[in-house]
């Protein structure tokens, strides 16, 4: 009996995937829970499981094809049977021309894309049949970048080429020439499909939300000296800082969920990272007792993931707060936008030297950091986030505090 796979939905917001790679083709038998494809979502690759045993009859979506959730994709037969593909199972664009009913300026314009990214997988096939191997995502950005992949030299296990052996190689191999009457490639950066989603998620965010912003100037004097000694960046100091803060005033720490305000048990914060792809928020889960040292590791480890495309999705839920730092771009200060369902944002400047008066009125310079809350004013009062932005400059201006508190456990 044909079995229908559809597209899964993997997240709370995806709408859509993209069929990275195939792990089966047709005729394979496979059995549940075996590896089966690996699918982009709307925040990171991840690979899709089969739920049921049988035979692979057809795959109808192509690797790098974008469809909706709930879009079948492939058809097994359930009793493990061998039959061949009837025309039935081959994908729509194997079906005879004549009936389709689209118009035809839109099938030549179809055909000619299609022209394009066959030959731009052939440049590209040669050297992996010839005993290479790549990951997804390189051997995606490769192609969107014209690249010749058999030309790169992994790094991974066993020679396998991942992300940044196609990032280390971008600036010395040049795409190879145009075809004659090939589309344009599209040009390397940013994934569209990212950038759409960040802002289908920023405009309702900006539409629902009644934002108010606060803005609290920091001397960061001990935070510079403690973090030579400490071998942690100034961030590490702010995000460990805000889970404190966070931790005193729960009510920041809430999430809007059916037209009210529920405060959140854990804190997760969400740290912007930009990346060539796009911007994602990894979650640091759990935060609220972790040490200093143990957040500066993890916004390591996950700001790695980030920029290698190596996020999963339990990297990327859950978040309770976010944080989005441009101080390492040179912005002073700055306003973010709420990640709904979350209750505020704290935007990040830089750290600049400014003419301060000391309390016995003498001038002097010292470092000043300005740091923006956007807070929603269905949870939070202006009240509210001055409280918080007091406790959080509280402490960054003793960050003695965030050294010495016993707080979890570091890992080795």
Known sequence: MPIEITMPKLSDTMEEGTILQWRIKEGDRISKGQIIAEVETDKAAMEMEAFEDGLVRALKVDEGATVP???????????????????????PAEKPAEKSEEKPAEK????????????????????????GSASPVARKIALEKGLDIGRIRGTGPGGRIVLADVERATPQIAPPPAEAGAKPERAAGKSVKIRRIVARKMLESWQNIPHFFVTVAVDMTDVIRFRKDLEVSINDFIVT????????????????????????????????????????????????????????????????????????????????????????????????????????????????????????????????????????????????????????????????????????????
């Not at 055909?111 to 049949?129: F, Q, V, W």
């Open 241 to 412: 800082a805000t889970a404190r803060s966070l931790h005193e005033h729960p009510w920041v720490n809430s999430l809007w969920i059916d037209g009210e305000a529920v405060e959140q048990e854990s804190i997760n914060i969400a740290m912007a990272v930009a990346t060539e792809r796009g911007l994602y928020n990894p979650v640091i889960h759990d935060c609220g007792n972790l040490s200093l040292k143990e957040i500066s590791r993890r916004t390591r480890d996950l700001a790695d993931k980030a920029h290698l495309g190596k996020l999963v999705h339990a990297d990327l839920e859950g978040g309770t707060f976010t944080i989005s730092n441009m101080g390492m771009l040179g912005v002073e200060s700055f306003s973010a936008i709420i990640t709904p369902p979350q209750a505020a944002v704290l935007a990040v400047g830089t750290v600049k030297g400014e003419v301060v008066v000391d309390d016995q009125g003498e001038p002097g310079i010292a470092p000043i950091l300005r740091l923006t809350l956007s807070a929603d004013h269905r949870t939070l009062d202006g009240a509210d986030a001055a409280e918080f932005l007091g406790t959080l400059k509280s402490y960054l201006e003793a960050p003695v505090t965030l050294v010495t508190c016993n707080y979890g456990q570091e890992k080795e």
């Open 108 to 131: 030549a314009e179809e055909k000619a894309e299609e022209k394009a990214e066959e030959r731009m997988l052939k440049r590209s096939a040669p050297p992996l049949e010839q005993g």
């Open 69 to 91: 959730v709930g879009t079948v994709i492939a058809v097994f037969d359930g009793e493990g049977k061998a039959e061949p593909v009837t025309e039935e199972a081959r994908t």
